[in-house]
């Protein structure tokens, strides 16, 4: 997802300066993100340039300066919220790369990939279950929603390891230049 | 760990890590005459007490065929079946069927509830073909599965989730050595299926040994910390899975993007 327009989101409401940002950050997505202060000050910088951002008030104790959204910066943000996720499907796993080299190596191991790929999920989803199950104990049911995201994508990807290892891969699929 | 209590002091046969073994499938195929949904071509598996084991594969895959063979409910065509160190396939029908009812509780995906007769009547059943008043065990299940409202209600009058937990208690009502449950959640609404699910969690971590058959990889990694998966009538894996305490950012990253220049 896109930090800019996170931050954005964060300031709408309350002015904040970038430590603060950072914290507000981490506490809403629950330790499921990383990032460093430094990504933040330089996202507040070009949102400043770009006038989305504006100083609210005189830099205070040790520099630190507070921020607010402009105009400019609700429209963006409204904008964005507004606009549906769309355009290319976001692979960003090494599985899909590793099945296609697999197919096209002669005696490439498809089966026992796929056999240790399903494993690795299925203990995925265990860790993700605990994770669900702690958030709604916390009381964070909207953390609770993201990691169900995350199970059902997970289950997903497991089905996609059955579809695959009930296809009998011969070599055929690496032929195809 | 997963906070399992093992009850009992009968070892069935030497099963690892001091563990007692209760189910053993050696060598299973089962043949079906005319089709090949649902065979099982050479199943060998042990299952401990005190285990809750997930079983799952696609539809016919064997999975369900492989429940029904530890349950008694049907004979393999070669290899052995042993529970609790009964050779199942050494008891005749009449012995078998004593078997089932004595040591198996079984838990459908619908219900099979008498509709004749009421809830308490209906968890009632096996107890008396034990010839058995069970009238106390029956109320403590109806307690612990928060159904002693609905006792004298007919399975018509009872909701789904209700439904499944009389099955629950009627399966339950003769302390079986082994639960078995075939896709007890696949009736029921997500909600009420969670509601099913965490109450066989808690019979099993009161030391129920469980072989749940399901096709929900969400439920099953939930509650089961193993996971056998069948295809074709064969075992194609045989996972532990482990519940360490992991810190979210080890199980989800969502990434972010910097604003470009």
Known sequence: MSLKYGVLGLLKGEPLHGYEVKNRFEAMLGGTWDVNIGQIYTTLQRLERDGLVRPAGPRGDRGKQLYELSPEGQKALDQWLAQPDSGPQQLHEDIYVKLLLAARIANGDLQGMLARQKRAYLQRLRDLNR???????????????????ALLHTEADLKWMDELSSERFGTEGAKTE | MDGRIVVGTFRYGGGENGMSELVRLTDVTKVYQGGLTGALNGISVSIEKGEFTAIMGPSGSGKSTMLNLVAGLDRPTSGTIAVGGTDLGKLGEAGLARFRRDHIGFVFQFFYLLPNLTALENILIPAQLMGNVAT????????????????????????????????????LINNPMLL??????????TH???????????????????????????LATRHAA?????????????????????????????RTEEVSR
Do not use: C, F, N, W
């Open chain 2, 180 to 189: 078995l449950a075939d896709e007890p959640t696949g009736a029921l609404d």
């Open chain 2, 226 to 254: 193993r996971v056998i998966s069948v295809m074709d009538g064969k075992i194609v894996d045989d996972a532990r899975l482990e519940s360490p305490e992991r810190a979210p950012s080890d199980v989800i990253r969502v």
């Open chain 1, 131 to 149: 994770l669900e199950e702690r958030a709604r104990r916390d009381g964070r049911l909207d953390l609770a929603r993201l990691v169900r995201g």
């Open chain 2, 136 to 171: 106390a065990r029956a109320a403590e299940l109806l307690d612990q599965l928060g159904i002693t409202d609905v006792a004298d209600r007919y399975p018509a009058r009872l909701s789904g989730g209700q439904q499944q937990r009389v099955a629950v208690a009627r399966a």
């Open chain 2, 192 to 218: 009420t299926g969670e509601q099913v699910m965490e109450l066989l969690a808690g019979l099993h971590r009161q030391g129920q040994t469980i072989l749940l058959v399901t096709h929900d990889a969400k």
